[in-house]
């Protein structure tokens, strides 16, 4: 309620501030009243780019306005017409608003080979052919020159055109450069930081949980200024002390593989992370531009842009079982060659406990599977997409997976490789930096396994009932409702921040600020409808940020689960994992497979109604189709 | 009035065997605690004294028979008033007190020669002081052992002990505060010595 209040009382102040730029905004922007309802038909994709790999490629005809418009006149104009053609001959139709006309436009890639000028013209002095071919480079007649060309279509009489272009581009722009720049992208732009974070956030949020201090004595002095932060300058501090403190190995250890024990450990858990999607992905042409789902999935293809995950590979998932157990064997090398009998005792656990969990997570996901019938990572959050999420779809899977997932952390309520009390833990004679990368993937496994429920579950980097595509909003309403809804969250925690902390409430404030922002957003759309036609890059950052917000989320449940809950004994464990969770996600299986099959079985019975060809429109002027046969007016019979 | 025996049904329910219920209940008193002491002022139930905080001055919270470092009390001339009986040396379980007894000079009573506590060993049980018959050695100084650097630096000797002493208001003899008009003035910093 004080929040509220207090939203009140700053939202004045701030309204007047941000009013006379909302008012000069929403007057410039501000559609004329009593005009018809525009024209908006466009070709999806609106740049079609060709690879030698891509032979044709699917564009549709949306018409994003409220009544049904003509289309006619489909043909295929500019440079290299030739090499271009539509597969299907095309009839002129009426385009009905959420009804896309689909067809495909295929390549010949064979036409691009060779060197340009063979195609230029025809040489007809043979001194000059020859001259030429010696000089020429033979290695690069192998190589495709690049292509363009423009497929025009008329919309109620206006010419609209599309751009077609085919290229070659090398491995290392397409693959190698992207690639490089995603993984630092990922992993020291989100994990590295997030993992540390987590560190310190561990030691605060039990302690706020538990009505205790926590962490708050690490501090920077600059002349009379003190920079405290809540404690959270302690990640410096116990890095540091990471490094400097005595890197003790056993006497009778097995050096190279105590050695290697803890690279055994991080090394996988940072390794999974290729395989999940932090977005859809970037289109490098058009990062000012709106872009269509249909722009974004071709450079999700990797034609014109690159997606935004590290490596897409098809058999995503079962690459994440195949490196995720292998973080086992770090636990178990570090038991082994620490030659200490708790240290084995740990590692004989933490293996008996991966195995047990292990089959219970790759068995909780085939009922995922079976609904959305990929193991791609990027093309699961698009079926989640066109679907529901995995949460409302298989909401027992979500619980079982989740809790699997928690075990294989190895953490409370799962702990038991560890245990203060009892055996301390395979890292028992680990000291320094060693042990530093043990705690590091711990917590790297935290950000992996909420990364990975955010991907099959949570649908990814999209945001609830998508109410956010490719292009932006789904409607202005919905772009206020959101902004309003999140502005009001975010400066009533602002405030209430601002209240709570004794020192850097510039913290709050800022937040009250940002949430004050959305206040302004959620109003300047009211007026003008903005929010539905957002550049490119700007999709692809709030994309990334709901992914990065989601996955702070589920650490934050985690943290939560491992402060709230008391740790299983080791029989109890063992029979949670082989006796409830196994046959409860055996079961997810099965039933989840019949309902499939009923479904699959219903839709097979039913067909969905084909809607049938309209008509020609006889009063639009058209051209014949391009690679159309010549009409044949049925004659009327004498 | 009768006796009645409340019967308490310890079949577990459908709910408990689930465990997701219970541990949902869990989950939301600690995220209740969790958001309480955030984002409420004065960080909600946390009771913590912010020891070493400037501006917090620690003494306020301590009570009244806080048992802190040792120091050894002054007579009125200044000398220690120990008489190295070895009352507290002997008490003491830690075996942390080294007294060597010399003759004071007085033909009445001895005095330490040295006067050694090796607060590293010290347990701060207090015995010491309970045992000590002549108000010579006190642990009200409110104060921690303070770190050090070496070992020989917490083995405090008899100067280190009379440096934070002053002079109790007791009368050699054990007579009392009223046995004199002249009576000294007790260390202010010690207001509650008086009683």
Known sequence: MRALFDLFRYARPLALLLAPWLLFACAAEAPPPGEAPPIDVRAEPSALRFDPQTKTVEVSIVNHGTRPVPVSGFRIVGNDWSSFSIVEPLNPRMVQPGRPMRFSIAVEADTFKGPEHAIESIVVDPEALRADDENHDHDDDDAYRDGDAILAFDVAGVEHTATLSFEDPSWWWTVALPGVLKVHLLVLGFILPLASLLLWQERKQSAMMQDRLGPNMARITLGGLTIRLWGLLHIVTDGLKMFFKEDFVPRRAHRALYTLAPIMALVPALVVFAIVPFGDALCYDSLLDVVSQADVDQCAAGRGGTPLQIAKIDVGLLFYFAIASLATWGATLAGWASYNKWAILGALRASAQMISYEVAIGLTIVGALLVYGTLEPHALVHAQLDSAWGIVLQPVAFVLFFTAAIAETKRAPFDLPEGESEIVGYFIEYSGMRFGLFFLSEFIEIVFVSALVTTLFLGGWAMPLGMFGASGFAAPWVAQAFFTVAGAAVMATGFAVWRASTHATFVGGAMAMVGALHIGAAVYSLFTGWGTELPHVAVVLVGMLTWGLKVFALCWVQLLIRWTLPRFRYDQLMSLGWKNLLPLSLANIVITAVVVYALAAARTITPEPVEPEPPGLGSIPDRAPIGAPPSVEPKAAP | ?195
């Open chain 2, 1 to 195: 009035m009768t006796i009645t025996v409340k019967k308490v049904s310890l079949e577990r329910t459908a709910a408990d065997q689930v465990f997701l219920p219970a541990i949902l209940r869990g989950l939301v008193t600690t995220a209740r605690h969790f958001f309480k002491n955030t984002l409420t002022k004065g960080m909600g139930d946390v009771d913590t004294i912010r020891y070493g905080e400037p501006g917090v001055n620690v003494e306020d919270y301590y009570p009244e028979r806080f048992r802190g470092v040792h120091r050894l009390m002054h007579r009125e001339d200044g000398s220690v008033r120990c008489v190295a009986c070895m009352c507290c040396s002997t008490v003491c379980p830690a075996r942390c007190i080294y007294i060597k007894a010399e003759d004071r000079g007085d033909d009445e009573e001895k005095a330490p020669a040295s006067f050694v506590i090796d607060e590293l060993k010290c347990v701060v049980c207090g015995f010491c002081v309970e045992a000590c018959p002549c108000d010579a050695i006190r642990m009200d100084t409110k104060m921690h052992m303070e770190p050090t650097q070496t070992r020989a630096e917490a083995v405090l000797g008899k100067i280190d002990l009379m440096k934070r002493g002053g002079q109790s208001v007791a009368v050699q003899g054990g007579i009392g505060p009223d046995y004199r008009e002249d009576a000294p003035k007790a260390d202010p910093r010690f207001e509650h010595d008086r009683r």
